[in-house]
């Protein structure tokens, strides 16, 4: 069956029950695409649309946000396989995969998984794990995220809450804005669904299953996914490199876009001249 034809530009295009964006549909190479965190949706990659070498570039709606189909029951197996079914759909063979938050979780899921269809992997503001080795950040976590919605708060009250926090110095008004926004969007439902998916990740142990070059992007300010941890992820990588961007927070493709183009660009070029040579 021929994949559909899908068009250029930021008009909602629906493609195996998810709702995406993408730019340079004509583009030959592998595509990227772009995961987001549990509190953003396509937009939050709105700048790297166009703006990474010339190449085509994907951000999907994960399940349950932003009109995408919800999964009956969501775990890191089934969202992986919901990326390989919209590859599928489109009928894209390998990918470069960049993933922000659980986006980088979902990212290295498909990578041990499904290693075939992955030709990078672009992880920012994430980890191999999800918090320490007993429970105390997970229930933190898991109480401020879903605390003031179980006390009676909406989606949008809890973003002007949860976005300043997470964000760096470098962030622009209309960026904290725009964040603010589109986690107000997200249906409380998925938000509390993804949450308890998120704090079950744990391929600390299977890092070693990760072949593909990997390009690790941190902020400099960011207390979810702290430079120092990431760091010591890329060391465990048998292909990475890693960065730091000073003055981000954990939306650090928002908040720094141009750095993290930059960045992805010249690994991505890196990646595919290697193959090439």
Same mark, same amino acid.
Request: hydrophobic residues 45%; contains cysteine.
């Given at each position: 069956?021929?994949? +559909?034809?899908?068009?250029?530009?930021?008009?909602?295009?629906?493609?195996?029950?998810?709702?995406?964006?993408?730019?340079?549909?004509?583009?030959?190479?592998?595509?990227?695409?772009?995961?987001?965190?549990?509190?953003?949706?396509?937009?939050?990659?709105?700048?790297?649309?166009?703006?990474?070498?010339?190449?085509?570039?994907?951000?999907?709606?994960?399940?349950?946000?932003?009109?995408?189909?919800?999964? /009956?029951?969501?775990? &890191?197996?089934?969202?992986?396989?919901?990326?390989?079914?919209?590859?599928?759909?489109?009928?894209?063979?390998?990918?470069?995969?960049?993933?922000?938050?659980?986006?980088?979780?979902?990212?290295? !899921?498909? #990578?041990?998984?499904?290693?075939?269809?992955?030709?990078?992997?672009?992880?920012?503001?994430?980890?191999?794990?999800?918090?320490?080795?007993?429970?105390?950040?997970?229930?933190?976590?898991?109480?401020?995220?879903?605390?003031?919605?179980?006390?009676?708060?909406?989606?949008?009250?809890?973003?002007?809450?949860?976005?300043?926090?997470?964000?760096? +110095?470098?962030?622009?008004?209309?960026?904290?804005?725009? #964040?603010? #926004? #589109?986690?107000?969007?997200?249906? !409380?439902?998925? &938000?509390?669904?993804?949450?308890?998916?998120?704090?079950? &990740?744990?391929?600390?142990?299977?890092?070693?299953?990760?072949?593909?070059?990997?390009?690790?992007?941190?902020?400099?300010?960011?207390?979810?996914?702290?430079?120092?941890?990431?760091?010591?992820?890329?060391?465990?990588?048998?292909?990475?490199?890693?960065?730091?961007?000073?003055?981000?927070?954990?939306?650090?493709?928002? !908040?720094?876009?141009? /750095?993290?183009?930059?960045?992805?660009?010249?690994?991505?070029?890196?990646? !595919?001249?290697?193959?090439?040579?």
């Amino acid at each position: 069956m021929a994949p +559909p034809a899908v068009a250029t530009g930021t008009d909602t295009i629906r493609v195996a029950g998810l709702n995406i964006w993408q730019s340079g549909a004509d583009m030959v190479g592998p595509p990227v695409l772009c995961l987001h965190g549990i509190g953003g949706d396509r937009t939050s990659f709105a700048d790297q649309l166009g703006q990474l070498g010339g190449r085509r570039v994907i951000a999907w709606n994960m399940p349950g946000y932003g009109g995408s189909d919800p999964l /009956t029951q969501m775990d &890191f197996a089934a969202l992986s396989g919901a990326v390989v079914a919209l590859l599928d759909a489109l009928g894209i063979a390998t990918v470069h995969l960049v993933g922000q938050s659980i986006g980088g979780m979902i990212a290295q !899921e498909v #990578a041990i998984r499904s290693s075939d269809r992955v030709a990078s992997l672009g992880l920012i503001a994430t980890t191999s794990a999800f918090g320490g080795r007993d429970d105390s950040f997970r229930q933190a976590f898991v109480a401020a995220r879903l605390g003031p919605l179980d006390a009676g708060a909406d989606m949008a009250t809890l973003a002007q809450q949860a976005i300043p926090a997470i964000i760096g +110095p470098a962030a622009s008004a209309e960026m904290r804005q725009l #964040a603010i #926004a #589109a986690m107000g969007r997200i249906d !409380e439902t998925a &938000f509390r669904q993804v949450v308890s998916c998120l704090v079950t &990740f744990n391929r600390r142990a299977d890092q070693h299953r990760i072949s593909q070059p990997c390009c690790l992007i941190a902020g400099s300010h960011d207390t979810n996914s702290p430079a120092r941890v990431m760091a010591k992820m890329a060391d465990g990588l048998a292909n990475a490199t890693f960065h730091i961007v000073d003055q981000a927070g954990h939306l650090v493709n928002s !908040e720094c876009p141009a /750095t993290v183009n930059e960045i992805l660009t010249a690994f991505f070029n890196r990646v !595919e001249n290697k193959q090439d040579g």
